[in-house]
């Protein structure tokens, strides 16, 4: 996938969703879940899964502090503190 996809997403706070196969699982109007810590999309329908390609690097970095937002505050802190005498 495409990194600037992937940021775009996670710059919203948004986990994007990506798993190969998994419209062989799911119909369109399904409900799905998605559990992250495990790693896997499932249909409560017919409890089948595929598992999700997982964050990494930046963008996991931006969507853990909520969004990109979060992420250049708490820099801007940083460097403020570090340039305060």
Known sequence: MVRIYLRNYAG???YPV?????????NERDEI???LERG???S???RKSRF???LCGKPLEIFNSNG?????????EEE???TRI
């Open 12 to 14: 919203l706070g948004v």
């Open 18 to 26: 990506l798993s190969k196969g998994v419209n062989q699982i799911l």
């Open 33 to 35: 879940e998605i559990d």
């Open 40 to 42: 896997e999309v499932r």
């Open 44 to 46: 409560p329908k017919n």
């Open 52 to 54: 999700l390609e997982s």
């Open 68 to 76: 990109i937002h979060s992420v250049f505050n708490k820099k801007v």
């Open 80 to 82: 403020s503190k570090s």
